[in-house]
């Protein structure tokens, strides 16, 4: 089966730095997408990781480990509109979305 | 301006009626999807397209219908049968199904009365 695990909530402080991670366990794995979704809205694409290694994204970073199952989203210099979901899904064989629950992140001023 | 809309916002069912969710894409992409979403849940599939009149059920197809008529149309239909449908309902595009990259619509919560 599938199974994404990532944590329910998290809090931290405008300014500052907070890590997102998430674990898979799925067959057939091609990669990791990273959404963001505001609460009562869409998800909007963040980034997607085929290889290992970080990929930076202006103040959002992905870093993906196949070998650990292991995935996190970096978010710096955060923002009071960094308030929302981040949704961690992994792309597997048949070319289907394995979304996990989500975090919900709350920056606080 | 390119995107996916869904339409209504918010909607209201009934018990023992059957509703429809439109959603629409200019973005001229062969895949969609419709997701539900529920509170501390993941995004969870109902249905997905790759083409013109075909359609595959995903995870949590029971209770639910779709059709795939034209490229940028793929109507949902929550029928009397599905006996928990209060939820948040997603429909997402790709260009197609071997571009991994999903964009959704905004959404349309689902209450009943």
């Known amino acids: 089966g599938q199974n994404i695990d990532q944590p329910t909530e998290m809090t931290a402080t405008e300014g500052a730095i907070v890590q997102i991670n998430c674990t898979y366990q799925t067959s057939g794995f091609n990669g990791l997408f990273w959404y963001q979704q505001h609460a009562g809205e869409a998800p909007t694409f963040l980034s997607y990781n085929v290889l290992d290694g970080l990929e930076e994204k202006g103040r959002f970073s992905s870093f993906l480990s196949r070998s650990k199952g292991y995935s996190y989203l970096l978010l710096k210099e955060l923002q009071m509109k960094d308030s929302a979901s981040y949704l961690c899904?992994?792309?597997?064989?048949?070319?289907?979305?394995?979304f996990g629950g989500g975090t919900r992140l709350m920056v606080k001023p | 301006d390119g995107g996916i809309t869904q339409s209504p916002k918010y909607l209201f069912r009934k018990e023992g009626q059957n509703v429809t969710l439109s959603c629409e894409q200019n973005l001229n992409h062969d895949a969609m999807y419709w997701y539900r979403q529920d509170p501390g849940q993941g995004l969870r599939l109902i249905y997905y397209s790759q083409i013109v009149n075909d359609f595959q059920k995903g995870d949590i197809a029971e209770g639910y219908s779709v059709s795939r008529e034209k490229k940028e149309s793929f109507p949902l239909t929550v029928t009397s049968a599905q006996k928990n449908p209060t939820a948040f309902y997603l429909c997402a595009s790709s260009i197609d199904r071997e571009e991994g990259t999903q964009y959704f619509g905004p959404g349309t919560r689902l209450l009943v009365l």
């Open positions: 899904a992994s792309y597997n064989a048949g070319n289907m979305l394995t």
